[in-house]
């Protein structure tokens, strides 16, 4: 199973400097088992606010990233719940302060480890940090 970070979403679904080699990766995935947690459902909306905030996108390209979300969600990807021993697993990864993890790439380490999926990330320290904590990460 391959569990998807928000980073390689927010790539797949608006224009950054990855966006093609990522949409290319997607291609070349058909029949794998592709999943995302609530969480993701959540931090991708964030991120899409955060970019229209801070003008790296238009109303518009927000609206046509989360329908292209939505179109994923519906059809490539499974979302996985997130539970409470998921959330404590987190904050332990977490309180390794010396990995610099933040909250939400804790969980989608705890979540993606318990599943016992790799975590398919644009984000070298998340990667890192996986390895670290036993969680199978792949850099993309």
Known sequence: MFYLDTSVLVAATTNEPRTIEILAWFDLQVGEDLSISD???????????????TRQIKAAERVDALAAFARLCAGALALLPVSR???????????THALGLRGSDALHLAVSGDYGATLY????RLSEAGASLGVKTALL
């Open 121 to 124: 990330t644009l984000d070298r």
């Open 39 to 53: 969480w993701v459902v959540t931090e991708f909306s964030a991120a899409l606010s955060v970019k229209l905030r």
């Open 85 to 95: 021993s998921q959330f404590r697993t987190a904050a332990r990864f977490a309180d």
